[in-house]
């Protein structure tokens, strides 16, 4: 309660306990000012004594003389408040804010008599505080659980406040940054662990303004509090004037005028200008308002500076903030307006106090962990636990089953917009099955779902990962895909399954009897089946590996020999130099689970097979070196393996390989294996039929597909297969060409029966409520429709203009993708068909696992997690990536249109 009057830039001093009060320069007793503040004191005892009745009456008196002060008005709002017995709980934080009042009048009492008696300072102070602390308690009891421990709470803190100030006073006031660090310590650390439970004042007056409007206009706390009086502030305020004015007094001989370095936030956004000889003003940088600064040797606060940028006085500011922060200000609430200025208890020269949120620290844990495949028990592990809290004290660690729901939330929240995305696609979803093994012997089928979106590009997403007992059964691949279409939706959308896990007839015939059942078949689903080809040209090269695999055992044996050894290396290096072998190769052992290093460990040794037979006759040591014989047929593996090299790292080299674009690698293993002329040497003989059976049955699966693919590249369209097919079949070419192009026109024909909706000129564009009035429309005119189709019988179909139409030229890249989309409107059907068979993929594998001989296995730690948390790990992660470029993308989008 503070009923004090206020003046402009003047000073008031009591003197003896007289209602009398001078002026700065001590000039004549101003009548006005000795009535008001008589007056006052008078309305203060009675408060005081809890007389409100006659504190009232005063303040009324008062009223009469300041009939417009602020300040006035507000205090007979608390002794009315007083009066009536605190009615209400919620408006007690008005009461406890006023009290601080009473501690202020102490304070400055205290100062007007020199300073006489430490003791009865803090004496004043603790009384001041029980009133305080009891106020507190009995608002906690109607709404805190536990009212002893927030009187306890403050307690301690004002004891120790206390305590300080009066202990720096007795001490004469020796170092006043002192001070002010030891009272900053006390608030920090009794509020932040004790739960904070109490609020510094600067939150409390900036709540108590927006939820009880008792408290009068920012402009009496902003202009009459500090300005004009500076007795009633908040303890930031009063630290500060500690150090600023030094209320110690020392003599000038034993204390130097020199001011603090100001760190306060608001210098960011003020600076401080002289107007007369004894008055200086701090002027927004913004707006170019000024503020009361100092006047004479007296120095305001910094709260009214830090309340104008705060409290979104400052238009200027607000309009250059726009929807943006700017560092050092208090951001934007909800409702667009500002919101409370931030706690600030560490001050640094260039950035603000950004408060501690508790709730955002868990899910960018489970982020983190989902993005780089940390273990789920890190969160207990002892390093990581003291790492987090030494970094921040306040924060409640987290077990292993609370980050493990995290993530499955996490998964869950991404799980819905994904979903949203793939309901709108226009065209159908081709899955990839990629079969994982464990330790535990249990299978984890990985399935990524292919798509073209509504803007022509492929999409891939891991839309599951099914943990299957038994992944040899007949059956698990069924199931698998039967969850994935079921958790999808995707009943009706899918178009192909390639997997890359060997799956007899039994289980083939089961997943075509699931998918006749969930899913329309195309062309009685001849396309709807087909082996991971990365997958089958390692099983190739493996062939081909096991054939030599006894000169194999003799070139690594001799590569090891020259590698382990730096003489034997360098010795090496020195006959390679005199025979002058012109190899530029380095020689390197092979990883066996890769079978391309296998290769370019065979490549590298039959360049440098002279120097191996030359370091045979010089070196004793150096055994079991090939033989002439052995490099010859090290060269036939190189021949044979050369175009299973080539295949599989275009493979890897692509992010999308499709069925177009891998029939010319196909054409080119075909092409190599029959040309291989009949060898006296049995080891080749044996070779190439093995290589030319292989071939020819991976042609007889996938030809189709392969080829309607390249049907639809508008370079070749059925010109490259007429052509190539009569390399591949000779004489009977005529009757594989007659099967693609019957499939070709089956499969146009089905399209073309589609629902009107799902033809690509609307669908991508999202518009169906469009499209429905339309088909309404359009079904009203059947007998239009009759009438052409009686007088259009002539004209050719979209497939057959497609057909004859002339090639486009090959010298340079193309985006077929991108070529269909220009020309949808021309071929609405064919570029829906084109757009669903270009989606078809050839791998189930990653670029850096096309070249693997075994099977992945999922490592030990995710193996004994439960099936939901992995799958939910591995997929989050998947979204999450495509997520973070996506918003990049946009991002670029954005500058790109504001430089436009």
């Known amino acids: ?59 009324y008196q008062l009223k009469q003389k300041k009939e417009d002060d602020p300040k006035v008005l ?22 406890l804010n006023n009290i601080e009042v009473l501690h202020n009048i102490a304070i400055a009492e205290y100062s007007r008599d020199g300073y006489p008696d430490p003791k009865k300072l803090l004496e004043v102070l603790n009384n001041i505080e029980v009133l305080r602390n009891i106020a507190i308690a009995e608002y906690s009891r109607d709404g805190y659980p536990d009212p002893k421990k927030l009187l306890e709470v403050l307690n301690n803190i004002e004891v120790l406040h206390n305590i300080a100030i009066a202990e720096y006073s007795r001490d004469g006031y020796p170092d006043p940054k002192k001070l002010l660090e030891v009272l900053n310590n006390i608030e920090i650390a009794t509020l932040e662990e004790n739960n904070q439970l109490m609020t510094p004042p600067e939150n409390q007056m900036a709540t108590l303004e927006d939820n009880n409007h008792l408290i009068t206009t920012p402009e009496y706390q902003l202009a009459t509090l500090e300005e004009n009086n500076q007795l009633i502030t908040t ?76 409290k979104g006085t400052c238009l200027a500011l607000l309009r250059n903030q726009g929807n943006q922060q700017t560092p050092g200000t208090p951001g934007m609430n909800g409702n667009g307006s500002m919101s409370d200025p931030p706690r600030r208890h560490y001050r640094s020269h260039s950035s603000a106090y950004i408060s501690f949120d508790s709730d955002r620290c868990r899910p960018e844990i489970a982020r983190m962990m989902i993005i780089h495949d940390y273990p789920l028990h890190m969160v207990e592990h002892s390093g990581f636990v003291t790492f987090l809290k030494t970094l921040e004290p306040r924060f409640d660690m987290v ?20 979903m949203k995305f793939i309901e709108g696609l226009p065209g159908r979803v081709c899955l990839t099955l990629d079969v994982w093994t464990s330790s535990q012997s249990l299978g984890y089928v990985f399935i990524t779902g292919h798509f073209i979106d509504g803007y022509w590009k492929p999409q891939r997403r891991i839309l599951n990962v099914v943990m299957e007992p038994n992944p040899n059964s007949d059956a ?93 290396e360098q010795k090496f290096l020195e006959l390679k130099e005199q025979l002058q072998v012109p190899s530029e190769k380095d020689l390197s ?19 440098l097979k002279e120097v191996f037979s030359c370091l045979d006759t010089s070196d004793p040591d150096y055994k079991e070196a090939p033989s002439m014989e052995d490099w010859k047929r090290v060269d036939i593996l190189c ?127 999202g518009n169906f409520e469009n499209m429905k009035t339309e088909e309404i429309s359009y079904n009203e ?70 070249f693997d001989t075994e099977i992945k296995e999922l490592d030990e730690y995710r193996s004994s997690l439960r099936p939901e948390t992995v799958e939910a790990l591995v997929c989050a992660k998947d979204w999450l990536q495509y997520r973070s470029a996506t918003e990049v993308s946009n991002a670029l989008v954005k500058v790109e249109d504001l430089r436009s």
């Open 1 to 59: 309660m503070d009923a004090r009057d206020s003046t402009s830039n003047r000073d008031v001093s009591s003197s003896g306990g007289s209602g009398t009060t001078t002026g700065v320069g001590g000039g004549e007793e101003d009548p006005i000012l000795s009535v008001t503040a008589t007056l006052a004191k008078d309305a203060w005892l009675h408060f005081n004594s809890r007389r409100f009745n006659e504190c009232l009456e005063v303040l």
């Open 74 to 95: 507000h205090n007979i709002a608390i002794a009315e408040y007083s009066r009536d017995g605190y009615p209400d709980p919620k408006k007690l934080l008005e009461v």
């Open 235 to 310: 303890p930031e305020y009063q630290m500060e004037t500690f150090e600023e004015n030094n209320h110690s007094m020392p003599a000038p001989e034993t204390q130097p005028n020199k001011r603090r370095k100001r760190k306060s936030m608001v210098w960011e956004h003020f600076t401080i200008e002289t107007v007369s000889a004894d008055s200086r003003r701090a002027f927004c940088k913004q707006c170019k308002q000024s503020f009361a600064y100092s006047t004479g040797s007296k120095v305001a606060g910094t709260s009214h500076l830090k309340r104008h940028i705060a």
């Open 399 to 418: 077990s292993f089953n609370i980050v493990q729901g995290d993530c499955v939330s996490s998964y869950l929240r991404e799980k819905q917009n994904v």
């Open 476 to 568: 698990a691949l069924s199931h698998a895909v039967a969850t994935c279409l079921s958790d999808w939706s995707l009943e009706g959308k899918l178009f192909s399954i390639t997997f890359n896990h060997p799956v007899g007839e039994p289980g083939l015939q089961n997943l075509r009897s699931l998918l006749s059942v969930k899913n329309p078949l195309i062309i009685n689903g001849q396309l709807i089946l087909g082996n991971c080809s990365a997958r089958t040209l390692s099983n190739f090269a493996k062939e081909v590996l096991w054939a030599g695999r006894e000169i194999i055992k003799k070139v690594r044996y001799s590569v090891k020999y020259v590698k382990t050894s730096e003489f034997h």
């Open 589 to 607: 052992l092979d990883n066996q689970a890769q079978w391309n290093t296998t290769y370019q460990m065979l490549v590298a040794a039959s360049e």
């Open 639 to 765: 021949t044979y393996l050369k175009p299973l090299f080539d295949a599989a790292n275009f493979l890897a080299s692509r992010t999308n390989p499709n069925q177009k674009t891998f029939f010319h690698e196909v054409w080119k293993m075909h092409e190599l294996y029959h040309s291989i002329t009949s060898h006296g040497d049995p080891f080749v003989i044996s070779l190439a039929e093995i290589m030319q059976e292989k071939i020819d049955k991976y042609l007889k699966e996938c030809i189709l597909s392969l080829a309607i693919a390249v049907v639809l590249d508008p370079r070749f369209r059925m010109k490259l297969i007429e052509f190539s097919f009569v390399k591949f079949y000779g004489k009977e070419a005529s009757k594989y060409i007659k099967i693609v192009d019957d499939a070709l026109h089956e499969l146009f024909l089905e399209y073309a029966a589609l629902p009107f909706p799902l033809t690509p000129a609307h669908a991508e564009d």
């Open 781 to 850: 005119l059947t007998d239009f429709d009759a009438y052409v189709e009686t007088t259009s019988q002539n004209k050719k179909s979209e497939l057959e203009q497609y057909l004859e139409e002339s090639l486009l030229p090959r010298f340079q890249e193309m985006d077929v993708l991108k070529w269909w989309e220009e020309n949808k409107l021309q071929y609405p059907v064919l570029s829906t068909m084109a757009r669903d068979i270009l989606t078809m993929q050839v791998s189930t594998a990653d670029p850096d696992s096309v």
